[in-house]
């Protein structure tokens, strides 16, 4: 199993004025990747939280971590300091992060002077490699199995893509996903539960998900649920046969106890 932690670094993530899109998005990517996020942690932009997520999270020895946001220049982007903190190292100006910085001005035709405040975006723990934002300006940083990725969305996933997720894709080797999803009407979560149980434990909860998604009522009375089942593996065919064969399973609970797919 590739075991990946996120870690999102912002105030406004804690206070509700941000939604964590970046979290949704990165799981999503991963899972269907084959790696598997062991936990997602929110902390604010705060020296000590960010430096005791750090810890904690490397504690519990990750394959990755991935940490999003408090790259930039204001006062309030802590990241790299408080990573540098976690690990017992300083940080410094790196000149090829400042020769980053001056790519993506260029690149943007931005007329901007690397100045003091500019500079804390070249500023970076110590044996640590910065990544070229190309997309906007704070470079993100490697060190060890740690990503630190920029907050906003779209300079994230350019950076996912092109660093991280070969690593997630090699670390997890050949893997294959197949998604069926049935809308039943007539049964319930309660319902249905036990056989779901049953199907998992005889087929491990590696190899599948299978959750249920309530949908409300028809007519004010009759339940309604979506079933997801996704089958994993390594070999295309035998994830097909056992997709097919617990579809059956399926098909054929949610008639005994009364359902119909809609």
């Not at 500023?123 to 490697?142: D, F, K, L, Q, R």
Request: charged share 25%; proline share 4%.
């Amino acid at each position: 199993m590739f075991t990946i932690e996120i870690l999102c670094v912002g105030n406004e993530l804690l206070s509700g004025i941000t939604l964590n899109t970046n979290a949704h998005w990165l799981a999503g990517r991963i899972a269907r990747a084959g790696g598997t996020v062991g936990r997602v942690t929110v902390v604010g932009d705060d020296l000590g939280a960010i430096s005791s997520a750090v810890k904690e999270s490397l504690a519990r020895k990750p394959d990755l971590l991935i940490v999003t946001g408090g790259l930039g220049a204001t006062y309030d982007d802590m990241t790299l300091e408080g990573v540098a903190m976690a690990l017992g190292k300083k940080i410094a100006i790196d000149e090829r992060a400042v020769q980053m910085l001056k790519n993506s001005y260029a690149r943007r035709h931005l007329h901007y002077r690397i100045n003091k405040v500019r500079l804390k975006m070249a500023t970076i723990p110590e044996g640590s490699t910065p990544i070229e934002n190309t997309v906007g300006s704070a470079p993100s940083v490697m060190i060890g199995n740690i990503f630190c990725l920029p907050g906003v969305p779209a300079e994230m996933k350019a950076v996912f893509e092109s660093r991280i997720l070969p690593l997630v894709k090699e670390g997890v080797g050949r893997f294959v996903s197949k998604e069926v999803n049935y809308y039943a009407r007539g049964v319930s979560e309660a319902m249905i539960a036990p056989a779901l149980a049953r199907i998992v434990r005889a087929n491990g909860s590696h190899e599948i998900y299978l959750k249920t998604h309530p949908k409300g009522y028809y007519k004010k009375t009759v339940p309604q649920i979506r079933v997801q089942l996704v089958c994993k593996g390594a070999d295309a065919g035998k994830v097909k046969q056992k997709l097919d064969k617990i579809s059956a399973q399926l098909r054929r609970e949610i008639k005994r106890l009364g359902g119909r797919i809609a």
